[in-house]
C-alpha cells in the first residue's frame, strides 16, 4: 500500500479509530510528520490534538538509524541490541543525546510558546506518527505517556514493519497499522508524496484544530 500523502495516511487511519470519537480520548502526535497525520484524525474524530516531542539518536554515519531515542523532558531510550552490533561507544551516546535533547527543547519551546501540554492522567491516548523504522522513538513516547497513568495506550500509524510491530505491539494496549510491507527500507518508500514538515505547518495544524495548546 502506498499512500497518496499524510493527510490520506490521516483519513485512512481515522476510519480505524471511529469507536474512540467523542469519547474520553487525547491524541498525542510526534512532530514534524505526525501531526500532519494525526490532524486529520482529530478532525474527523472530534477529539483534542497535542504533541509529544521526541527525538531520535542517531547512528554514526547514517543519522537516520534510529539507535534510541530522548523526549525533550529528558527521558532516554536506547537500543541496546542495535548498539552493541554497531559497537558505538558511551562517548557518541553521550554527546548525541545531549544534541538531541536541546533539538527536542528548541522543538518544545517553539511549538507550545510556554502553554503546558494536556493533561492525560485517566484519558484515553492515541499516539500517533506518519510511520515506525526501528521503533525506537515511539518507545520513548511510550514510556513517557505511561509515567502520566493514562487509561489506555493506543498507538496508530500507516506503516511499520511486521518486525517493528511484533517488538512494539506488548507495549501498547492497542496496535493500529495500515500497512506492514515485508520490504521495508525508509517511512517515505510508502509515501508518493512525502515532504519536509516545517515549525509553521506544525504550529498551523494545531491552531486549526484549536488544541489544548492554543488556550
Known amino acids: 500500500m502506498i499512500f497518496k500523502d499524510r ?3 490521516g483519513k485512512l487511519l481515522a476510519e480505524k479509530l471511529n469507536k474512540y470519537a467523542g469519547k474520553d480520548t487525547v491524541i498525542l502526535a510526534v512532530p514534524r510528520g505526525g501531526v500532519v497525520v494525526a490532524a486529520e484524525v482529530a478532525k474527523r474524530l472530534k477529539v483534542p490534538l497535542d504533541l509529544i516531542i521526541i527525538r531520535k539518536l542517531g547512528a554514526p554515519g547514517n543519522s537516520e538509524l ?5 523526549t525533550s523532558g529528558g527521558s532516554l531510550v536506547l537500543d541496546k541490541e542495535l548498539i552493541s552490533k554497531l559497537k558505538i561507544s558511551s562517548e557518541y551516546i553521550k554527546n548525541e543525546h545531549q544534541k538531541q535533547l536541546l533539538e527536542a527543547k528548541r ?6 510558546f510556554g502553554r503546558k501540554p494536556l493533561k492525560i ?8 506518527d506518519d510511520g515506525l523504522a526501528t ?7 511510550i514510556t513517557t505517556i505511561k509515567q502520566k497513568s493514562p487509561k489506555k495506550i493506543i498507538l496508530a500509524v500507516p506503516v511499520a514493519p511486521l518486525s517493528t510491530v ?11 497499522v495500515l500497512n506492514t510491507p515485508e520490504n521495508f527500507y525508509a517511512i517515505g518508500q510508502f509515501y508518493s508524496y512525502f515532504p519536509q514538515v516545517a515549525d509553521d ?10 488544541s489544548p495548546l492554543n488556550n
Open 7 to 9: 493527510q490520506e495516511a
Open 135 to 141: 521503533g525506537s522513538t515511539i518507545m520513548a513516547a
Open 107 to 112: 522543538r518544545e519551546k517553539v511549538f507550545r
Open 166 to 176: 511484533k517488538r512494539i505491539e506488548p507495549e501498547v494496549d492497542s496496535l493500529i
Open 121 to 128: 492522567f485517566g484519558k484515553t491516548i492515541i499516539l500517533i
Open 201 to 210: 505547518e506544525v504550529i498551523g495544524l494545531l491552531n486549526e484544530r484549536k
Open 66 to 70: 534510529a539507535i534510541g531515542a530522548n
